[in-house]
């Protein structure tokens, strides 16, 4: 900040008046004859640098005008004011017309200096030397300034001592500088930096309005010497142009679902906001445009109540007055919204679609915050459980619940509903009422019911019934329309497959064309593949067949998934047995007893299954006219399905008789296939 000093022509103290009224009598009786003779040969001119008021510095500057007629050494001396010698200072003699560096005693006072020719009268001029300093100032200001206020600062006279040149005036600066001096040199100050009032136990001097922020005032007391006190009085301003920043706490940024307590805080960085008396700093809040609550201080509190939007208005007032309620040239208050919704949304369950029967609706209102757009729920039960409701896949979109109900999970019945929607506020509602307020209540099944017949074979199966009588075996032909009497288990030779079939029809018999009915094979461990589907469509009477690929045994089924119009179906569960592939080779068909063995080798058929690394057990079993068949060696293929044995006929009664032999493959658990035996093969002794 610049300086800003204002110079008043300065007063000479009551001491030094009387100082200088002494000097001039004491002159006056040094120089009893001002007309001498020979005045005409006086030096004239006498001077001091400076002039003759008071000198901080102990060295002086004197200068004369020698009279053109005259010539030699000039003398001068300096002595007391009365005109005594001071030892040291005795008459000196020069022949210059100038003394540049006159010294006169180090205490303060005034001196006179002498400077004559001889046989002439002696030219006189007064040394008065000061370097004492002046006690300290003492500085009044306020701690604390509105912006624009003019600042005025009130300065109290230095106590004694003072020094013997007296107080010529003060130095007083404003700046940002915490360590400013008002003055230009360390201890000393010029004329044109003093201000000074015309009292000089009391002074008081204004400032224009500084700018906001911190500034100081250093003021120091300036001697008729110049010298300035030590040290500097400095008074420390804060300027505040700023009202407080006020925020408002408790307010929700959405809805309530009560009352709120809302807060607001005020801070202020400068005069700051401490409670002080009726015009001090104040924080106040307003609700709905009602007369604001002012407290004092920082903090303000109230409570917002009623359902619907509310306002609120906060503003501070901080220590200098600056205010946030819209008083030029300041922003209004601040304001903030309030909502409060204490109640509960309106659910209510929509009337059930035809076209989609387990499509479960309900609509949310709310008048208030309005339906919450992400929560919401719906269940169901069977009418007469205590059982809580069981919870249903939801879609929540605003102002809409949408559930979906499997109701061919559920058996047949009365089934009620319960639909739970929220506001965006929190607040929840459950509801069981139907559009017009009655209960809302469907009676299972919703859709159409269907009947899925499965079996073995397509629109009629054909297929062997056989026995076997008196040692015969004999079969009958025999053919099946009705999939309800056709056999549910089925065996067929390895790596064949099998035709199955169906019908679709609803509850009354009426045939359903178009629908897509899946045929589902579930083969045992030990297969490759565990599962296969095949989705087939039913035609105009509601049939269906597939062919079954070769593989392991399985069990089939046929699954219709249903629809949002009917309801879902399974047709009976089929056994597929599916006997192991095996052939039997000899190495001969005439076998010498006692001579080379006939050696049996063969291998397993394994279609869409993988034998164990070991392998399969394979009996080896003969048969003569008229016998059974009899086992007489079991063998383990390898993991590739190959076995061999060699055997060699011993026995004389084998000579001439014919042998059948053949491969059984029995039943092992983890292989997916039905026991099966190879076909004979005939061998002789």
């Given at each position: 900040m610049s300086r800003a000093p204002i110079r008043i022509p300065a007063a000479t103290s009551m001491a030094v008046s009387l100082v200088a009224t002494l000097l001039g009598v004491a002159i006056a009786a040094l120089s009893p004859d001002a007309t001498l003779a020979g005045e005409e040969h006086s030096l004239t001119g006498l001077q001091v640098l400076g002039g003759e008021g008071w000198h901080a510095d102990d060295r002086f500057v004197v200068e004369w005008n020698r009279p053109p007629s005259q010539s030699g050494r000039v003398h001068y001396a300096i002595r007391t004011a009365d005109g005594e010698p001071i030892p040291g200072y005795e008459e000196q003699t020069t022949d210059k017309s100038v003394v540049a560096d006159q010294q006169v005693p180090?205490?303060?006072?005034?001196?006179?200096?002498?400077?004559?020719?001889?046989?002439?009268?002696?030219?006189?001029?007064?040394?008065?030397?000061?370097?004492?300093?002046?006690?300290?100032?003492?500085?009044?200001?306020?701690?604390?300034?509105?912006?624009?206020?003019?600042?005025?600062?009130h300065l109290s006279r230095p106590g004694a001592p003072l020094p013997i040149s007296g107080l010529s005036g003060y130095a007083v600066t404003l700046d940002a500088d915490p360590d400013g001096r008002p003055c230009a040199l360390m201890a000393r100050c010029r004329a044109d930096e003093l201000i000074l009032d015309g009292d000089p136990t009391e002074f008081s001097h204004t400032f224009p309005s500084p700018p906001e922020g911190v500034s100081f005032v250093h003021a120091v007391a300036v001697s008729g010497s110049g010298m300035a006190s030590n040290p500097v009085a400095t008074a420390r301003i804060a300027i505040d142009g700023t009202p407080p920043a006020v925020r408002l706490e408790g307010a929700p940024s959405g809805w309530a679902t009560a009352a709120m307590r809302v807060t607001a805080l005020a801070t202020d960085p400068l005069s700051g906001m401490a409670p002080d008396g009726a015009a001090g700093p104040i924080t106040a809040l307003a609700i709905d445009e009602g007369v604001p609550l002012v407290v004092p201080g920082a903090v303000a509190s109230a409570t917002v109540k009623g359902e619907g939007v509310h306002t609120v208005h906060y503003y501070g007032r901080d220590a200098v007055g600056n205010s946030g309620d819209g008083s030029l040239p300041f922003t209004g208050p601040g304001a903030a919204t309030v909502r409060i919704d204490e109640s509960g949304p309106t659910v209510r369950f929509a009337a059930p679609d035809p076209t989609d029967p387990e499509r479960i609706a309900a609509t949310v209102v709310d008048r208030l915050s309005g339906p919450d757009p992400d929560r919401g729920a719906i269940g169901v039960r069977r009418v007469g459980s205590s059982s809580p409701f069981r919870p249903l896949p939801t879609a929540v979109a605003a102002g809409h619940l949408v559930a979906r109900w499997d109701s061919d999970d559920d058996p047949l019945g009365e089934y009620e509903f319960r639909a739970t929607g929220f506001d965006v506020a929190g607040n929840a509602a459950t509801s069981s009422l139907g559009a017009a307020g009655s209960r809302f209540v469907l009676r299972n099944p919703v859709k159409r019911v269907t009947q899925l017949a499965f079996g073995f074979g397509a629109e009629r199966l054909v297929f062997q019934r056989c026995r076997r009588t008196a040692g015969a075996r004999r079969c009958r032909r025999t053919v099946v329309s009705s999939f309800a009497r056709r056999p549910a288990g089925r065996t067929v030779p390895c790596c064949h497959g099998a035709l199955?079939?169906?019908?679709?029809?609803?509850?009354?018999?009426?045939?359903?064309?178009?629908?897509?009915?899946?045929?589902?094979?579930?083969?045992?461990?030990?297969?490759?593949?565990?599962?296969?589907?095949?989705?087939?469509?039913?035609?105009?009477?509601?049939?269906?067949?597939?062919?079954?690929?070769?593989?392991?045994?399985?069990?089939?089924?046929?699954?219709?998934?249903?629809?949002?119009?009917?309801?879902?179906?399974?047709?009976?569960?089929?056994?597929?047995?599916?006997?192991?592939?095996?052939?039997?080779?000899?190495?001969?068909?005439?076998v010498e007893v006692g001579g080379t063995p006939v050696v049996f080798s063969g291998r397993i058929s394994h279609p869409e299954a993988s034998l164990p690394t070991t392998g399969l057990p394979v009996e080896l079993e003969f048969r003569l006219p008229g016998m059974p068949w009899t086992e007489f060696r079991t063998v383990q293929s390898d993991a590739a399905g190959n076995f061999r044995y060699p055997y060699t006929f011993s026995d004389d009664d084998s000579a001439g008789v014919r042998f059948l032999f053949r491969a059984f493959v029995p039943a092992t658990g983890g292989w997916p296939f039905a026991p099966t035996t190879s076909r004979p093969l005939a061998v002789t002794g």
């Open positions: 180090a205490t303060p006072g005034v001196y006179l200096f002498e400077a004559w020719l001889p046989k002439s009268a002696p030219a006189r001029v007064q040394l008065r030397f000061d370097d004492g300093l002046p006690p300290p100032v003492i500085v009044g200001a306020p701690a604390w300034l509105a912006a624009g206020e003019d600042l005025h600062v199955v079939g169906g019908r679709l029809v609803d509850a009354a018999g009426e045939p359903l064309a178009g629908q897509t009915v899946a045929v589902v094979e579930t083969f045992p461990q030990g297969a490759r593949n565990r599962l296969r589907r095949t989705d087939v469509t039913t035609g105009p009477d509601g049939r269906f067949s597939t062919r079954l690929a070769p593989g392991a045994s399985r069990e089939v089924t046929a699954e219709f998934p249903g629809t949002r119009l009917l309801t879902r179906a399974l047709g009976r569960p089929l056994r597929l047995r599916v006997r192991t592939g095996v052939r039997l080779r000899v190495s001969t068909a005439h």
